[in-house]
């Protein structure tokens, strides 16, 4: 049974730092992607992964880019989620997902399998 389960998420002060992991069991994945969901607005894509040949590409929003890092570990099979100089409106419960596809962007519609989220809350 294919499962990812993400960890590492919490309270921080604006400024702070978190990382968030996602761990895949059952199977790996050609990409994975970070999305991010606050109150009252619709799921946003933050940040993506994807592997092409031996090559691994990354991809940003805007909102995040030069603040989010993200990286895997084959050996882990596990993604993270770098979160630097965080901001109040980084609060929100935080997905991973996965697809099997190149990079589809930011369309979720685009990654079969989700975990259960992480909840950020950045404090002023």
């Known amino acids: 049974q294919v499962q990812l389960v993400e960890s590492g998420g919490g309270l921080v002060q604006a400024g702070g730092s978190l990382r968030l992991s996602c761990a895949a069991s059952?199977?790996?994945?050609?990409?994975y992607a970070w999305f991010r969901q606050a109150p009252g607005k619709e799921r946003q894509f933050a940040a993506g992964?994807?592997?092409?040949?031996?090559?691994?590409?990354?991809d940003y929003a805007d909102s995040v880019k030069g603040r989010f890092g993200i990286s895997g570990d084959n050996a882990k099979n596990t993604v993270y989620l770098q979160m630097n100089n965080l901001k109040p409106e980084d609060t929100a419960v935080y997905y991973c997902?996965?697809?099997?596809?190149?990079?589809?962007?930011?369309?979720?519609?685009?990654?079969?399998?989700w975990g259960q989220g992480t909840q950020v809350t950045v404090s002023s």
């Open positions: 992964f994807w592997r092409s040949g031996e090559s691994y590409y990354a």
């Open positions: 059952g199977r790996t994945f050609r990409t």
């Open positions: 997902a996965a697809t099997e596809r190149n990079f589809p962007g930011l369309n979720g519609a685009m990654y079969e399998y």
